[in-house]
């Protein structure tokens, strides 16, 4: 099993950054890949960005792209969102997603939530 602990969501500014942590707990975190997912209220829950078990691959939503980037830190069993140049459309909540083989693992989320 794989526990996950979202942080770092606030609000800001229109133009402003934020940095999301997700701590992984549990099944070796160097064995799978991980993504963040976000839901703003009335839509489904959609792809933001990912990253391979390995950190050598890494993949955005077109919405994010050039903007937001995700890493991961093995030692600290952690994974970063990184997001810049926000918009008041990327307020929502975010999730954090672990993606073992037949299984999927959820954070609680944490809001972001951007004013114009």
């Known amino acids: 099993q794989v526990q996950l602990v979202e942080s770092g969501g606030g609000l800001v500014q229109a133009g402003g950054s934020l940095r999301l942590s997700c701590a992984a707990s549990?099944?070796?975190?160097?064995?799978?890949?991980m993504n963040w997912f976000r839901q703003a209220p009335g839509q489904e829950r959609e792809f933001v960005a990912g990253?391979?078990?390995?950190?050598?691959?890494?993949s955005y939503a077109d919405s994010v792209k050039g903007r937001f980037t995700i890493s991961r830190d093995y030692a600290k069993k952690t994974v970063y969102l990184q997001m810049n140049s926000l918009k008041p459309e990327d307020t929502a909540v975010y999730y954090c997603?672990?993606?073992?083989?037949?299984?999927?693992?959820w954070g609680q989320g944490t809001q972001v939530t951007v004013s114009s």
């Open positions: 997603n672990a993606r073992v083989p037949g299984t999927d693992y």
């Open positions: 549990g099944r070796t975190f160097s064995s799978y890949g």
């Open positions: 990253i391979s078990w390995s950190g050598g691959i890494t």
